[in-house]
């Protein structure tokens, strides 16, 4: 069952998630794995992103990839992303 995960950390900005996807780019860990869907929306100081997954699993695997870049970016999460089942997922 495909879930939608709401990251929602304080004080990120644009340039620490540039810097965070540029290292996950060049790991070729990204894209992700059974994420079907990735947006990054805010300002540039206060950066959110929402994505929908495939599986808890597949997010979860890719947690073990992403937490050493949020590290190496200096973004400390704060708190446990939002995640809510997917009732219904749609392309256009």
Known sequence: MSIVV???PSNVTKQQYDAVRSALNESGDWPP???RFHVCFGDEQDIRVSEVWESQEQLDAFGEKLRPRLEEAGIELTGQPEVFEAHIVETF
Do not use: L, S
């Open 33 to 35: 794995a059974g994420c």
């Open 6 to 8: 709401r990251f929602a």
